[in-house]
């Protein structure tokens, strides 16, 4: 029986009831259909969850396909499409490599392919929903394969289509849209810009650009490094929360504030955090809010499912007690409620 934590980036996690890797498409959907009507749980690199010490009653399928389909012209740039279990940020690496732009903000972000429209993953004023162009994926309720436009993933800040339907649909490849090129967009996130030297609006080099995402990332203890325990974590546990302009106004005069489309009012989850009462190093059993970054609940070595849960409980308590706003876990919770 497989023990879940030995798969997640967390180190936690009990034994799953079946657990099965799978490297094909057809051995994906072959593993869904062997599952019936089983629960399951959709695992790529394991860093974005949080499983409980009870493990999971159900069938674990493990995503490891790579493919790889690409199409380059000149003047659209270049059409990749990528299977569900290729890593991340090797992914990002090649595109860099290659001379295409376009992901180096979202270097350094840990998990698969698969994972990242589900997600919108996001970081340093870009999320991955600029760039996909389709996402197929196969419909555990229609028993078939189905494709979604951009448009039809309904993404939005750290959500889609998929993550509002959980359970029903598994990312078998996403096809991305990267331009050639050798500069970025305009910087617009602050502190990229001054890591770089350059102003908000500037644009940079893209190999440049990575290289300082990858050194901010793992200056926060966002980057996986099996060496150093303040990074076994599973990135940013919380959400920044998005609120009406009346709570935003609630909020202290420097609490961080950007005005979303929709006229609500995006704060900042570290900042609230740091600002209820809740301090780096601060430590639950074997959990512990990382050395580098409030926004990362750790695992100082012997570390309990429930021991991270309850520091993400006082965490979230603290901010509502201090703030009056609910902190939303980012990381998917399985078995687990905050």
């Given at each position: 029986?497989?023990e879940?934590?030995?798969?997640?980036?967390?180190?936690v996690?009990?034994?799953?009831?079946?657990?099965?890797e799978?490297g094909?498409?057809s051995q994906?959907?072959a593993?869904?259909?062997?599952?019936?009507?089983a629960?399951?749980?959709i695992?790529?690199?394991?860093?974005?969850?949080?499983i409980?010490?009870?493990?999971?009653d159900?069938?674990?399928?493990?995503?490891t396909n790579?493919?790889?389909?690409?199409e380059i012209?000149?003047?659209?740039g270049?059409?990749l499409?990528?299977g569900?279990?290729e890593d991340?940020d090797?992914?990002?690496?090649?595109?860099i490599?290659?001379?295409?732009a376009?992901?180096?903000?979202?270097?350094?972000i840990?998990?698969?392919v698969?994972?990242?429209?589900i997600q919108?993953?996001g970081?340093?004023?870009?999320?991955?929903?600029e760039?996909?162009?389709?996402?197929?994926t196969y419909d555990?309720?229609?028993k078939?394969?189905k494709?979604?436009?951009?448009?039809?993933?309904?993404?939005?800040?750290?959500n889609?289509?998929?993550k509002?339907?959980?359970?029903?649909y598994v990312?078998?490849?996403?096809?991305?849209?990267?331009?050639?090129g050798?500069l970025?967009?305009p910087?617009?996130y602050?502190?990229?810009?001054?890591?770089?030297?350059v102003?908000?609006?500037?644009?940079?080099?893209v190999?440049?650009?990575?290289k300082a995402?990858l050194?901010?990332?793992g200056?926060?203890?966002?980057?996986?490094n099996?060496?150093?325990?303040?990074?076994?974590?599973?990135g940013?546990f919380?959400?920044n929360?998005?609120?009406s302009?009346?709570?935003?106004a609630?909020?202290?005069?420097?609490?961080?504030?950007?005005?979303?489309a929709?006229?609500?009012?995006k704060t900042?989850?570290?900042?609230?955090?740091?600002h209820?009462g809740?301090?780096?190093?601060?430590?639950?059993g074997?959990?512990?809010?990382?050395?580098?970054h409030?926004?990362a609940?750790?695992n100082s070595?012997?570390a309990t499912?429930?021991d991270?849960?309850e520091l993400a409980?006082?965490?979230?308590r603290?901010v509502?007690?201090?703030?009056g706003?609910t902190?939303e876990?980012e990381?998917?919770?399985?078995?687990?409620?905050?």
């Amino acid at each position: 029986m497989a023990e879940l934590r030995d798969y997640t980036s967390l180190r936690v996690g009990g034994p799953a009831q079946k657990f099965v890797e799978v490297g094909t498409e057809s051995q994906i959907i072959a593993a869904i259909e062997a599952a019936g009507d089983a629960p399951i749980l959709i695992m790529g690199g394991g860093t974005n969850l949080l499983i409980a010490d009870s493990g999971f009653d159900g069938v674990v399928i493990r995503i490891t396909n790579h493919s790889l389909q690409a199409e380059i012209d000149a003047c659209s740039g270049a059409t990749l499409t990528i299977g569900a279990g290729e890593d991340w940020d090797d992914f990002v690496s090649t595109t860099i490599d290659r001379g295409f732009a376009g992901l180096e903000t979202l270097s350094g972000i840990p998990g698969t392919v698969g994972a990242a429209p589900i997600q919108n993953i996001g970081a340093y004023g870009h999320e991955v929903a600029e760039f996909i162009t389709r996402v197929r994926t196969y419909d555990r309720q229609k028993k078939s394969v189905k494709t979604f436009t951009n448009q039809e993933c309904e993404f939005e800040y750290r959500n889609s289509h998929f993550k509002s339907h959980p359970g029903r649909y598994v990312v078998l490849d996403v096809q991305f849209n990267l331009r050639e090129g050798e500069l970025t967009t305009p910087i617009t996130y602050s502190e990229l810009a001054a890591k770089l030297g350059v102003s908000v609006g500037e644009k940079a080099s893209v190999t440049a650009t990575r290289k300082a995402v990858l050194e901010l990332r793992g200056q926060k203890g966002m980057l996986l490094n099996p060496d150093d325990k303040d990074s076994w974590s599973a990135g940013s546990f919380f959400t920044n929360p998005i609120i009406s302009k009346e709570a935003a106004a609630q909020l202290p005069a420097d609490a961080p504030r950007w005005p979303t489309a929709d006229g609500r009012v995006k704060t900042s989850a570290a900042w609230l955090i740091e600002h209820s009462g809740i301090h780096k190093g601060d430590a639950h059993g074997g959990a512990r809010v990382s050395t580098k970054h409030v926004l990362a609940l750790t695992n100082s070595g012997d570390a309990t499912a429930s021991d991270i849960a309850e520091l993400a409980k006082s965490a979230k308590r603290a901010v509502y007690e201090k703030f009056g706003v609910t902190l939303e876990a980012e990381v998917n919770l399985i078995g687990i409620t905050l």
